[in-house]
């Protein structure tokens, strides 16, 4: 799409209804089986280490024993003595209350970046092809990727989208979305700074323009077409024929509500390294920024439905498919899940077995 088809004396303005149809930007997919594979390889490549060197070993530990929210029910479960694989983690859903392994918590990673972001991977003899790159990328994002997604029931695939700008350009675009994400947002305001925005990406020769990027964005969060409503999208950076993301940016996450948001305590102390499996670095600062909860607005118009019906959010029974909420009994051992009846807590024993033991 021409940026000159939304233009103003000040700059381009945002497209009205935002289509990924429209949209300039090259996508390309890490499919479910690359992603087992490459998180079975980071397990191994964990497991190889002490248990006092492994960062992520330590802070899931951490994590699964630390006191409970004012629910009661813990964010991460791993059992007592259990080794540190994905079988034995299992985190408590923030769509529907239930606790699942990430085991089970299978996705997809789908890479959008500008044309030129690809060429220039391809002009690098170590990537060639954006498949390679993407796949590099995943590996580098993997144990923010697995976190992430494995707190959502619903989720599938995790779109990221490479973006070759500075990190204060990130957060402003943040900022600006989450903005307008409010009902009653200053529109003139926001189509100042979204001029802005553009134009110092332009400024610097960034990619993509913020007009595909904005579109990018909302199409994900509000058109139907997309084909799965994703509970969050990612800005990675993008350095085109380097590979070096730290030199340039670090990573961020927005969520499409602030219920889709694990807790920012957990998300901050998450370790952040140069790669899966440790980093000898002491200044090593990693891919991925916590610095704060990016969020757009609780029922932003930007969104779509994820649930027209209400059948699918809310604490339900544990037992996967199962859509009921009322009449749930807790588990009489672990006191962390829920069951409609005693059959549905039989049938998910093999699952929740793994878990289930007296609170510590």
Known sequence: MSTSTASSKCGPRPVGTARISMSSLVPCEVDTGIILTLRDKLFEKEGELDDDKSLTAQWYRKAATRDPPITGKRSIVWKRDAPFEAENLYFRALDTGRLLTMDLADFRVQVYA????????????????????????????????????SFHDICGDVPILLADWTDDLVIRAFEYWIARSKPDHDAEALDLEFSSIYNEIQRI????????????????????????????????????????????????VLFRAPDCAPPLSLLQSFPQLCGPGGCNDEDCKGFFAYEQLWALHSGSPMVRSDDPHGN?????????????????????????????????????????????????
């Open 114 to 149: 500008h044309h030129s972001v690809w060429a220039g991977y391809a002009e690098n003899p170590k990537v060639k092809t954006k498949k390679t790159a993407s796949q590099m990328l995943t590996w580098l994002l993997l144990p923010n990727l697995l976190l992430l997604r």
């Open 205 to 252: 020769n960034g990619l993509p323009c913020f007009v595909q990027a904005d579109l990018f964005v909302r199409s994900m969060f509000g058109d139907s077409g997309v084909g799965y409503l994703p509970p969050f999208i990612i800005i990675a950076p993008a350095m085109g024929s380097h590979w070096a993301l730290h030199h340039r940016g670090m990573a961020r």
């Open 312 to 360: 699918t959010r809310g604490d339900l029974c544990n037992q996967w498919g199962c859509k009921k909420k009322k009449g749930l009994t807790v588990c009489s051992v672990c006191k962390e899940a829920k069951y409609c009846s005693r059959e549905h807590q039989k049938r998910d024993w093999r699952f929740h077995k793994v878990v289930c033991e007296a609170p510590w």
